[in-house]
Each structure stands twice: as C-alpha cells, then as structure tokens.
C-alpha cells in the first residue's frame, strides 16, 4: 500500500496563500497520479488539481490560475500552493494517489488517501 500525510493547513486570512505538502510512503510512487481534492461540511468531496507523473496537470475551474499543483517524485512528495484565498476555499483537503497515466477527477478513481489538513480562510 501507499500511506499520504498531508501537511500545511491552519488558518489564513482572505486573499493570502498556503502551500500544502503531501508526503508519500510505501509502493512505488513514480508512475501513480497524485491528486489533491476538499470537502467542506455539508458539501461532496470536491476535485481539485491532478498531476500525472510525467508532469502533465489538471485544474479544477474553481481554482484554475489560483492553485498549482506540483511534484517531486524522487523525494514522494507532492504540493498544492494555493493563492487569493477566499472563506469559500475553507474545507479539509486530502491527498490522494491512484492508477498512472490518467489525470483521474473522480474520488473513487484514486485508490489510497491521506487523513486531511485543515484550511480555514477567514475574512
């Protein structure tokens, strides 16, 4: 199996950044998808942001230009930088890896999951 532990959340004002770090352990991590999704109470696990191990990205509408998703696989870790930050994006995040070579978007594609950071933005 592949354990993820997220790290990176905590409270931040509105239109500021975080960056979020999920690091990898276990089976071999080079040819998996990592994504990164959020769930905030109440609401559906959300899409976020997926990266092949090529290097190749996929952005949710929601954050695209706003989120960068980025890897370095040798170190089995990989990053969500987040920017202009609104209490809309305050939910738990998770980070997940599943099946290389398809920018997965759905939850139930990815096969191993992190336990969440929390990221509240307050305004």
């Known amino acids: 199996q592949v354990q993820l532990v997220e790290s990176g959340g905590g409270l931040v004002q509105a239109g500021g950044s975080v960056r979020l770090s999920c690091a990898a352990s276990?089976?071999?991590?080079?040819?998996?998808?990592m994504g990164w999704f959020r769930q905030a109470p109440g609401k559906e696990r959300e899409f976020i942001a997926a990266?092949?191990?090529?290097?190749?990205?996929y952005y949710a509408d929601s954050v695209k230009g706003r989120f960068t998703i980025s890897s370095l696989y040798a170190k089995k870790t990989v990053y969500l930088q987040m920017n202009s930050l609104s209490p809309d994006d305050t939910a738990v995040y998770y980070c997940?890896?599943?099946?290389?070579?398809?920018?997965?978007?759905?939850?139930?594609?990815?096969?191993?999951w992190g336990q969440g950071t929390q990221v509240t933005v307050s305004a």
């Open positions: 997940a890896a599943g099946p290389g070579g398809v920018l997965w978007r759905r939850a139930n594609e990815y096969n191993y």
């Open positions: 276990g089976r071999t991590f080079n040819t998996y998808t």
């Open positions: 990266i092949s191990w090529t290097g190749t990205t």
